[in-house]
C-alpha cells in the first residue's frame, strides 16, 4: 500500500538534492509531501505543498520582514518555531505516514524540531552533517534515525547519490513495516529510573509490578534517560512513575554530565500521576574520566571513584544534599497528583553501603531533613532501615507505589511474600 512520506528542507538552497531524494521515495511506490523551509525562495524543480509563508504564518511571524530583515539566525528561530507546529497538524490530519529532511547544521536545527514533534514510533529520519558528533540537542527525547551524510549537502555526487538513495529507503522502509500486535490486553505503563547502583533494587520492583499487571518501562538515569521518561510523562503514556533513581539531580548541582535538566521531577506532578520518590544516588555526580573533573573540585579534595575507564564518581556533600532535598520537596509540592517518598537509612547506593567508600550518613541525614523541612505535611515521608539494593526495600518501593495508584484510581490490591519474592494481586 502507497504511503506518503513529508519531505521538509530548504528548497530554496538545496532543491537538487530534494529532487534527487523525492525521486528515490517515489521510485520506491510512495508518494511525497514537500515542505519548503526555505525562507528566501522555493524551487520549480517538484510540486511544493506546503511553502513557508504557512510555516511563518503558525508561528506568528511575517514571512517579508523575514526575507527584509536579511538576518539568517533569526529566520532560522522562526522556522524551528512554526515547522513543528505545521508538521504535528498533518500528522493530526493523517495526511503523513513518515518523514524526512536533510541538511547541514542550519538546516539541521529546523528540521529537528520539527521531527521532535512526531510521536514515537513514527517514521522520522534525518540526513545531517552533524550526525557525526554529539547529536543529542536534534533528537532529543525522540526516536529520530541521524543518518551522516558524509559529504555536505551540497549537490549530487558519487557520495551524496548513494546515501540520500538509501536513506530515501529507509524513511519508506520504516513507513511499510507492519507493527506487530502486541497480543492480549495491554497493560498500563509504570515509568522507573535505574542506575548501575540501584539495579538490583530496581529489577526486583519491575518483577513485582509485572505480577501485579503492569508493564515497566525503565530508563537509565544518564541525563537522556531522564528527560525520555519525563517527555513520555508528559505525553500522556504512563499511568505511575517508580522514581527509584533519581541521581540527575546531582549531575544537575554539581555540573556532572548526566544532568536532566531542572525539569526532572516534574512532568508526573503536572500531569497529576501517582509518584513515588526515592533518593537513588545523590549520593554521586558523574563526569568522563578524571581529565574532565572541573579542577575546583580536585582542589577540593573532594571523594571520588572511577566506576570505569570513561565514569568518574564523586561524593556530593552535605550542601549539595541540602540543596537536593529542598528542591525535592518543592517538587513534591507542586504536584497536582499522589507523590510519596521512601527513604533508605543504610545508603542510596551500593557505593554508599555501610562501610562503603561513599558511605556518608552525614551526607544523607542533610538530604532526609532538607526534604522533611520542606515538604507539605500532606506528602508522606518513610524512612526505612536499610540499603537501596535490599530486598526489604523494593517491597516496601512497590507496596508504597500500588498504595498511591489505589488512592489515584480507587483500585485496591493485596500484597503477600512468598519465598522472599514480593507478590501483588489485583482484588
Known amino acids: 500500500m502507497s504511503k506518503t512520506i513529508l519531505m521538509l ?15 528515490q521515495i517515489l521510485a520506491r511506490g510512495h508518494q511525497v509531501l514537500a515542505m519548503n523551509t526555505g525562507v528566501m525562495g522555493s ?18 511571524k511575517s514571512l517579508s520582514e523575514l526575507r527584509a530583515g536579511q538576518d ?18 498533518l500528522y493530526d490530519a493523517g495526511r503523513i505516514d513518515g518523514a524526512i529532511g536533510m541538511g547541514g547544521t542550519g538546516g539541521t536545527s529546523v528540521i529537528a524540531p520539527a ?9 522520522k529520519v534525518c540526513v545531517s552533517t552533524a550526525a557525526a558528533g554529539d547529536v543529542s540537542r536534534y533528537v532529543g527525547t525522540k526516536d529520530i534515525t541521524m543518518i551522516p551524510s558524509v559529504v555536505d549537502v551540497a549537490g549530487i555526487n558519487r557520495i551524496s547519490r548513494v546515501i540520500l538513495a538509501r536513506a530515501a529507503g529507509a524513511v ?8 506487530p500486535e502486541a497480543g492480549g490486553v495491554e497493560r498500563a505503563l509504570i515509568a522507573a529510573s535505574m542506575f548501575g547502583n540501584t539495579t538490583e533494587c530496581v529489577n526486583a520492583c519491575v518483577a513485582a509490578l509485572e505480577k501485579a499487571g503492569y508493564e515497566v518501562l525503565v530508563f ?9 521518561m519525563e517527555s513520555l510523562i508528559d505525553e500522556g503514556y504512563i499511568t505511575a512513575c517508580l522514581d527509584i533513581t533519581t541521581t540527575e539531580w546531582a549531575d544537575e548541582i554539581c555540573g556532572g554530565v548526566f544532568s536532566a535538566g531542572p525539569d526532572r521531577l516534574s512532568a508526573a506532578g503536572r500531569r497529576g500521576i501517582p509518584h513515588l520518590i526515592v533518593p ?18 580536585l582542589d577540593a579534595g573532594r571523594l571520588f571513584y572511577e566506576w570505569n575507564p570513561s565514569v568518574t564518581l564523586m561524593r556530593t556533600n552535605v550542601e549539595e544534599n541540602i540543596r537536593m532535598g529542598e528542591i525535592f520537596a518543592r517538587k513534591a509540592g507542586e504536584a497536582q497528583g499522589p507523590v510519596a517518598f521512601l527513604m533508605p537509612l543504610r545508603g542510596v547506593s551500593i557505593l554508599d553501603g555501610d562501610g562503603e567508600r561513599f558511605c556518608d550518613r552525614a551526607a544523607d541525614r542533610a538530604f532526609y531533613d532538607a526534604l522533611c523541612a520542606h515538604v507539605p505535611e500532606t506528602v508522606p515521608v518513610e524512612e526505612i532501615d536499610c540499603n537501596i539494593n535490599d530486598g526489604a526495600f523494593a517491597e516496601k518501593a512497590v507496596s508504597m507505589l500500588l498504595e498511591l495508584i489505589r488512592q ?6 493485596q500484597g503477600r511474600t512468598a519465598s522472599g519474592v514480593w507478590e501483588i494481586e489485583l482484588e
Do not use: W
Request: net charge neutral; hydrophobic share 40%.
Open 280 to 297: 537513588g544516588c545523590v549520593d554521586m555526580a558523574n563526569f568522563g574520566g578524571r581529565e574532565t573533573i572541573p579542577q575546583h573540585y
Open 408 to 413: 489515584h484510581e480507587g483500585r485496591r490490591y
Open 43 to 60: 524551487t520549480t524543480l517538484f510540486p511544493v505543498d506546503v511553502e513557508s509563508l504557512e510555516i511563518t504564518l503558525a508561528a506568528g
Open 220 to 228: 537509565h538515569a544518564t541525563g537522556t534517560g531522564g528527560r525520555t
Open 9 to 23: 528542507g530548504a528548497f530554496d538552497t538545496k532543491g537538487a538534492e530534494y529532487a534527487y531524494l523525492r525521486e
Open 72 to 89: 539568517r539566525g533569526a529566520a532560522m528561530r522562526v522556522m524551528a518555531e512554526g515547522a513543528p507546529l505545521v508538521v504535528r497538524r
Open 115 to 123: 521531527l521532535q514533534a512526531l510521536p514515537l514510533g513514527f517514521p
Open 172 to 179: 519508506c522502509g520504516m513507513a511499510e513495516t507492519v507493527l
